[in-house]
């Protein structure tokens, strides 16, 4: 599991280097609401209102949605300090991040 984290997170870095991943709840959801979120990821100690606020907007959108380290293991990975939440926005990242996150 630790190595398949690792893997998620280095993934999350090199989508965030190519520019395809946005961070932050507004930026987030927005990503989300106008269709150009692939992926959403939310780290394990956000708010429960985050989580569920969340939850249920990709449930409604039919976005992918997975919680994952924490907001410094989140922050970290894609070079900032704490993130709570964050979209992947290209689609083969997504992917990506999907299959790892699926072998744990």
């Known amino acids: 599991m630790r190595n398949n984290r690792n893997k998620v997170l280095s993934l999350i870095g090199l989508a965030t280097k190519a520019g395809k991943t946005v961070s932050g ?5 927005k990503s989300v609401k ?3 979120g692939f992926l959403v990821l939310v780290a394990e100690d956000a708010s429960e209102n985050t989580k ?3 939850r249920n907007m ?3 959108y ?3 949605i997975y919680f994952l380290s924490d907001k410094e ?3 970290k990975s894609m070079g900032k300090e704490f993130r709570a939440s ?3 926005q ?7 991040i999907v299959k790892e996150l699926e072998k744990a």
């Open 25 to 29: 709840e507004f930026s987030t959801e």
């Open 34 to 36: 106008t269709g150009k």
């Open 86 to 88: 964050l979209a992947v």
């Open 58 to 60: 990709c449930e409604y």
């Open 73 to 75: 293991g989140l922050g």
């Open 52 to 54: 569920k606020k969340f």
């Open 90 to 96: 290209d689609e083969n990242f997504a992917n990506a």
């Open 62 to 64: 039919e976005v992918p």
